[in-house]
């Protein structure tokens, strides 16, 4: 029997292996976080300022959001082979990269841009190249949603502007590993600019407040497509068209796009994310969603449409390929 959430959002896949191993997967970074809250309460030890623990424990959060969105995904589209292995490849790799940081952790070292020794550095190496596999897998989640032609009308618009801006949030990481500066002997590349890695920032997140921090650029960018699926939620509960819906997820897009371009600008321009110059241009990308709202719908919905592109957020069978 499949389960349905409270707001019809969240309608979990049929039971078959790929999901079997994507729900244990979503229990072990659960009991991962559970790990990493017991490991702030006894473990004292700091790593930039900030308790060995607390990293891992705000990673396995976002990469269990990351499983969430791929069962959804999955749930959404034709299974197939190649679904499935996406599916699958991206989960694992998430997987392993929470264990990863999480050894850097009880080791008490930094875990990315540390190349202080052969160790380290093959840890971070393997670090890259799973995030790597799990950016592949969500393009090609994206690839086959477009290949699709009977897929729901909703699904398009959410999956392709998620993707679209999580590829400008990974832009942002890619930035960090490029950063030159006086680096500590052995770390090659940082999140802050204008100022050393750690120091005073936001509570949880760490976002720097004396200077640029292009973290919180990667994160509004890599979270896009959680965002999207949430505002699709909201739209739903409005009772937003389907044409009118659509609208309002391309708008998101573009806002949650321009905000990640934005606040990746200000924090090379040594802008800290509490400066009134960033509140302004954020404040000027939430306008952007607004006009989702607000724009006036030019066309009308197509025959059928309204039952079809709502079949996302209602809880109604989404369309599946014969393959089961």
């Not at 309608?11 to 997967?25: A, E, F, I, N, T």
């Not at 300022?49 to 959804?72: E, N, Q």
């Not at 202080?116 to 393009?139: C, E, H, N, P, R």
């Not at 990746?264 to 404040?283: E, Y």
Request: net charge positive; with cysteine.
């Amino acid at each position: 029997m499949n389960e349905i959430d409270r707001d019809g959002l969240m309608k979990m896949p049929d039971r078959d292996r790929v999901d079997g191993v994507l729900k244990w997967s979503l229990r072990s970074i659960l009991a991962s976080a559970l790990i990493c809250v017991i490991g702030l309460a006894v473990d004292r030890r700091e790593v930039l300022g900030d308790l060995v623990w607390l990293k891992p424990l705000k990673f396995s959060i976002s990469i269990a959001l990351y499983i969430v969105t791929f069962r959804w995904l999955r749930r959404r589209i034709p299974r197939s082979k190649l679904s499935d292995l996406a599916a699958l490849v991206g989960t694992l790799a998430l997987v392993v990269e929470e264990l990863l940081i999480g050894l850097q952790a009880a080791r008490a070292v930094q875990s990315h841009f540390n190349n202080t020794t052969t160790f380290d550095s093959s840890i971070y190496t393997a670090m890259a190249i799973f995030v790597g596999l799990v950016f592949m897998a969500g393009v090609v989640l994206t690839w086959v949603s477009f290949r699709t032609p009977t897929l729901d009308p909703i699904v398009r618009p959410i999956a392709s502007g998620g993707s679209f801006v999580m590829l400008l949030g990974m832009g942002a990481a890619v930035v960090m590993t490029s950063q030159q500066g006086p680096f500590p002997a052995g770390i090659q590349g940082a999140h802050s600019v204008g100022g050393l890695d750690g120091g005073a920032g936001l509570p949880v997140v760490g976002w720097s407040t004396s200077h640029g921090d292009l973290r919180a650029s990667h994160f509004v960018g890599i979270h896009a497509l959680q965002a999207l699926i949430v505002l699709g939620a909201i739209g739903r509960r409005r009772g937003l068209s389907t044409q009118r819906l659509r609208q309002v997820i391309r708008w998101g897009s573009i806002s949650i796009g321009a905000a990640t371009v934005l606040l990746a600008v200000q924090a090379l321009r040594s802008k800290p994310v509490t400066s009134a110059s960033t509140f302004a241009l954020v404040g000027c990308c939430g306008a952007l969603l607004l006009v989702g709202f607000l724009w006036p719908v030019s066309k009308p919905n197509p025959p059928g449409a309204s039952s079809l592109g709502l079949r996302l957020l209602d809880g109604l069978p989404a369309p599946q390929d014969g393959g089961g």
